[in-house]
């Protein structure tokens, strides 16, 4: 099973109780000359391992308040979930993984009726990772499912964050499931009615990474590995009749190893590899909901980033997306590049080390023409950032 590791991060624990860190050196925003194309590149927040560190997934937003998870770090080194303003203030450490309630969340978090929902990729009651609800403010933390409670056939090691629609929460698993190579699976928003929607098998797609996109009775995703090359499909589900398709089949300078999202606009699909393409540096492409039409919109190069791992935003005409390695300084990069594949423009350039962050592992976030992110390395102290860049 593969589970990222972009860098090694030595953490140093303490036993301490949830804590705001306001006022701390590394909560000073900072503004970094590494914005090559005229916006503003601001850190919020250098993590210190303590407060979390290395995060592999995105924020989310709510009024004037951010959220997300670390992979590593707090108190017990088993990550954490936090919260802290627009503006870098009032970092506060929610809520730290200890293992028993989870471990390791590899995902986002999901805000819908005024609670937090999310996964942890290990930890639980058997170690294969849970599904948890906390309100916004830090209390209520409940875990709703415990994967592996039907030994792996339930699925285990959840990747990616839920998809809710209704009162329906929608995942998958990287693992486990009837022929171990992971899930896909329903559960209703208390906890109740966990349902194995698919098992990914030998013959299709396997150890999917990514979330799920539901529309209507559809259900598309990506998975990493999958036939005929062992490169990774993208796939539809229909929900009505169990219907399950290779869009995709991925391989060569077509692409390989898909570990991020998809973005559904109209009635196209779009997303990025890992690797492979033209410089086997992974690529952006897209595809016709019924799996025709597949085109590749750019190939990564090195200079214009490599290995991307999250999902691509819309606005307007314009994707926004991350990278995480490549780039001017090797670090990894957040572009903009036209719907059309055209005009691509690294906006931010990351180093290794120092200030301005390293390896993004996750996506952007836009609000109020600003865009919102991470990245699991760099930083003040070695363990990632919170960035804001004002376009």
Not at 42 to 47: A, G, I, P
Not at 368 to 373: I, K, P, Q, R, S
Request: aromatic residues 10%; contains cysteine.
């Amino acid at each position: 099973m593969k589970k990222l590791a972009l860098i090694a991060v030595t953490i140093v624990l303490f036993a301490s109780c949830k804590k705001s860190d306001n006022t701390t050196p590394n909560t000073t925003p900072k503004t970094n000359p590494i914005t090559p194309s005229g916006g503003t590149y601001t850190t919020l927040y250098n993590f210190t391992g303590t407060t979390g560190g290395a995060p592999n997934g995105s924020l989310i937003i709510s009024g004037s308040t951010l959220y997300g998870m670390t992979n590593g770090g707090g108190a017990n080194g088993d990550g954490n979930i936090f919260s802290i303003n627009t503006n870098g203030t009032g970092y506060t450490d929610m809520l730290d993984f200890n293992n028993t309630n989870g471990s390791e969340p590899d995902g986002d978090l999901t805000l819908s009726g005024g609670l937090l929902y999310g996964m942890a990729y290990q930890g639980g009651s058997f170690g294969y990772g849970v599904i948890f609800s906390i309100n916004p403010n830090g209390t209520g933390y409940t875990v709703l499912h415990n994967f592996g409670v039907s030994g792996n056939s339930d699925g285990v090691h959840p990747l990616g964050n839920l998809t809710i629609v209704g009162s329906t929460m929608y995942g998958a698993t990287s693992g486990g499931g009837i022929n171990g190579l992971g899930n896909i699976f329903s559960i209703n928003i208390n906890g109740s009615g966990y349902t194995d929607l698919y098992d990914f098998k030998n013959n299709g797609g396997a150890e999917p990474e990514a979330s799920l996109v539901v529309s209507g009775t559809m259900i598309y995703g990506t998975a990493y590995l999958g036939d005929p090359d062992n490169d990774g499909i993208v796939f539809s589900f229909n929900m009505t009749g169990n219907i399950f398709t290779t869009l995709v089949n991925f391989g060569g300078v077509r692409g390989e190893n898909p570990d991020g999202s998809l973005l559904l606009a109209g009635s196209t699909l779009y997303g990025m590899t890992n690797a492979g393409g033209k410089d086997s540096l992974g690529n952006i492409f897209s595809v016709n909901t019924d799996g025709s039409g597949f085109t590749d919109l750019l190939d990564f190069n090195g200079t214009n980033g490599s290995s991307p791992y999250g999902a691509l935003i819309l606005n307007g005409t314009t994707f926004y997306g991350m990278t995480t390695s490549g780039g001017t300084q090797d670090g990894g990069n957040v572009f903009s590049i036209n719907t059309n594949g055209t005009g691509i423009t690294n906006l931010v350039n990351f180093g290794i080390g120092g200030s301005p962050g390293a390896f993004p592992h996750g996506s952007l976030l836009f609000s109020n023409n600003v865009l919102y992110g991470m990245t699991a390395g760099g930083g003040a102290n070695g363990q990632g950032v919170i960035f804001s860049y004002s376009l």
